[in-house]
């Protein structure tokens, strides 16, 4: 199944004109998430090679989490989110639902 490039699927996406205190900030936290993705890298690579495979597996999982984050933050398109968002969008929408009201019968 194709799936476009739907722009409205990410709502993190910055208007075409951002306020540049907003622009700012949100350059502010890509690059702190860029800071903490390459730190996991780095601790990753130590753990390989003092031979601890597993937690390395697992900051490597925790690395391409931070990094997609970044690119929520940043408004960047990634098939590793979007196809997610639209996968899933209308279960989550549905959880968010208010319940249905039921009518019981006064007796």
């Known amino acids: 199944m194709a799936f476009t490039r739907t722009p409205a699927l990410m709502l993190s996406t910055p208007p075409p004109v951002e306020a540049p205190e907003a622009a700012a900030l949100r350059g502010q936290v890509f690059t702190d998430l860029d800071r903490l993705a390459f730190a996991l890298e780095m601790e990753a ?63």
Do not use: F, H, I
Request: hydrophobic share 45%; no cysteine; net charge negative.
């Open 45 to 107: 690579a130590r753990m390989l090679e003092e031979g601890r495979e597993e937690e390395a597996r697992r900051t490597q999982e925790q690395r391409l989490g931070v990094r997609l984050a970044q690119r929520l933050v940043a408004g960047v398109w990634a098939d590793e989110v979007n196809l997610r968002v639209q996968r899933w969008s209308e279960a989550y929408d549905a959880r968010l639902a208010p319940a249905p009201v039921v009518e019981s019968e006064v007796v």
